[in-house]
Nanobody, 124 residues
Framework: QLQVVESGGGLVQPGGSLKLSCAAS????????IAWFRQTPGKEREGVSC????????NYADSVKGRFTISRDNAKNTVYLQMNSLKPEDTGVYYC?????????????????WGQGTQVTVSS
């Protein structure tokens, strides 16, 4: 059984940075894609970024392009989300999710394994 654990959230001032980590344990096949979603109060959970375990294609939501960078360390079964120039609207619970298959998808229903989430608060 694949398990996913996020870490790295916290409180940061506007303009600051945070780096989130997503560690997968258990069965972690090469044919997988790992995504970050976030949920803010009153809104649906939205996709932020995604990276396949194999290959170079990465996806970003328009709202985070140029500020967030997703990366992976397959030897550690870990995916990172470097978040720079944070804004108050980036506040929310960030979830890591894994889908089987080589390509990313914006659809939540395609992700089979989810972490518990980590809170990110951007406030002065």
């Amino acid at each position: 059984q694949l398990q996913v654990v996020e870490s790295g959230g916290g409180l940061v001032q506007p303009g600051g940075s945070l780096k989130l980590s997503c560690a997968a344990s258990g069965f972690t096949p090469d044919y997988a894609a790992i995504a970050w979603f976030r949920q803010t109060p009153g809104k649906e959970r939205e996709g932020v970024s995604c990276i396949p375990k194999i290959g170079g294609a990465t996806n970003y939501a328009d709202s985070v392009k140029g500020r967030f960078t997703i990366s992976r360390d397959n030897a550690k079964n870990t995916v990172y989300l470097q978040m720079n120039s944070l804004k108050p609207e980036d506040t929310g619970v960030y979830y890591c999710a894994v889908k089987l298959g080589f390509s990313c998808s914006p659809r939540r229903a395609e992700y089979h394994y989810w972490g518990q989430g980590t809170q990110v608060t951007v406030s002065s």
